[in-house]
């Protein structure tokens, strides 16, 4: 299967950082580009195609929400979730009608990215490699 591209925008280098390796470790078909301002994303979006998008609401030069309308003006079938500490139901609000299909909550909803990720990209999880031969005897230290 061909990778997949993935947009992550979010002002804080470190989450961005740690969110953009979980998320390869996690599935080796995603590539995960970075943004860390409205409008950095927003050259990136006209300038390359993703096959998804994760946004923080708040954002340096705009909010989430601004770079979602904007995307989704670009390609309606684009998918988006938005991964924030704001969970206040007018911030999931408007988001939705900036047209998010997920939106999570920052950090505790941290394991439910990369499921997210592949439920709206319409992936399998991965299956592990076939073992062929013998299989290792564990030490008895770890036993």
């Known amino acids: 299967m061909k990778s997949k591209s993935i947009l992550y925008v979010d002002s804080d280098p470190d989450f ?12 080796e078909r995603f590539r995960v580009t970075l943004a860390r301002s409205a409008a950095d994303a927003i050259k990136l979006l006209k300038a390359k195609v993703f096959d998804l998008l994760l946004l923080d609401y708040c954002l340096d030069s705009g909010t989430g929400a601004d770079v979602c309308r904007i995307s989704k003006a670009q390609d309606r079938s ?23 299909d997920t939106y ?10 990369v499921p997210s990720i592949r439920q709206l990209l319409g992936i399998e999880r991965m299956e592990p490699l076939p073992f062929h031969g013998r299989r290792p005897r564990m030490p008895s230290a770890i036993l």
């Open 16 to 27: 961005c950082f740690y969110v953009k390796n979980m998320i390869e470790r996690c599935d």
């Open 78 to 100: 684009l998918p988006v979730i938005f991964y924030s500490v704001l969970g206040r139901d007018v911030d999931r609000k408007n988001a939705a009608v900036a047209g998010a």
């Open 104 to 113: 999570l909550s920052k950090p505790e909803d941290i394991g439910r990215i």
